[in-house]
């Protein structure tokens, strides 16, 4: 674990609200809660402090995650950043959301199946997509929902709130690059992991939204900690007063932290949290083969 210019960052008894990352950060590499995690995750509540997943996925794909977590009826950020709220029994309490132009949506899913790559639309608590391919399979099996097909009148979707473009093709990597370069007016995309073009309407990104929640909130930035570990993450790094970094995050992502913690793979959020005196050790060390808490 490493630090930079933590003298100038927020005393850890200041903390009032952490934000985390959850594919990369919060969940082990292969998409389960580590026990130290869960550990550290509770101490935090225990203590009053409020925790905010923050996330490209879906609110469907995030609630196993929460459920596990204890987090259920917490305010969470999904869609990376495009929507904003917290679940009230069967429904969703919306204090934020955007939504991307319909003719940009209709010309993003045409350049991604022109090039032979993955495409799905997002659309509230739905996930739809053109055609059930392999990385949508592979999707599937990690955030558990049921991947619906796009109808013949499409324009009586509901509005879209992302769009995810991807492959598990390197050798179409480079057509992935070339539509990111040439994205629609209106729209913006970052990469969650090398492969995953999250598409969101422009000015959505997760730091805007926890913007909008700590304003809700009436909660200062400044006395917010955040850990992420992707491209994607970097806005929610630079918007609160204690950003932290995976281990295994890229240079521009470690750079834009105060601190740079172990990877998801070495309990990386649990440790991090324990050396900033914001939850105490775990009672017994986790092992990424054995002992990880399924979701």
Known sequence: MSSAGLGGAICAGAVVAVALDVDGTLLTPRHVVAPATLQAVRSLQARG??????????????????????????????????????RRGSRIEVL???????AAVKAVEAAALASGLSVGRYSGLDWFVHRFDAEVASQAAITRET????????DLLPPTHKVL???????L?????????????????????????????AGVDKGAALRTLAAH????????????????DLELLRSVGLPIAMGHAP???????????????????????????????????????STEVPQ
Request: hydrophobic share 45%; with cysteine.
């Open 147 to 154: 991947p619906q097909p796009v109808p013949a009148g499409a």
């Open 96 to 102: 934020a959301e955007h939504v991307i132009d319909p």
């Open 217 to 232: 909130l009436r909660l200062p930035l400044e006395r917010f900690a955040a850990i992420g570990d992707g491209a994607n």
């Open 251 to 289: 240079d521009q992502v470690r750079e834009a932290a105060v601190l740079v913690t172990a990877t998801n793979a070495d309990d990386g959020v649990a440790r991090a949290l324990v050396a900033l005196g914001l939850c105490s050790s775990p009672t017994a060390a986790s092992s990424p083969d």
């Open 49 to 86: 402090i409020l925790v905010v997943l923050a996330t490209s996925r879906s609110p469907s794909g995030l609630l196993p995650v929460q459920e596990h977590l204890g987090l259920a009826h917490e305010w969470f950020v999904c869609y990376q950043g495009a929507l904003v709220g917290r």
């Open 165 to 171: 473009v991807t492959t598990d093709d390197t050798a």
């Open 173 to 201: 990597l480079p057509d992935l690059d070339a539509m990111a370069a040439a994205l629609p007016a209106g729209v913006t995309g970052s990469y969650s992991h090398r492969n995953f073009l999250e598409i969101t309407a």
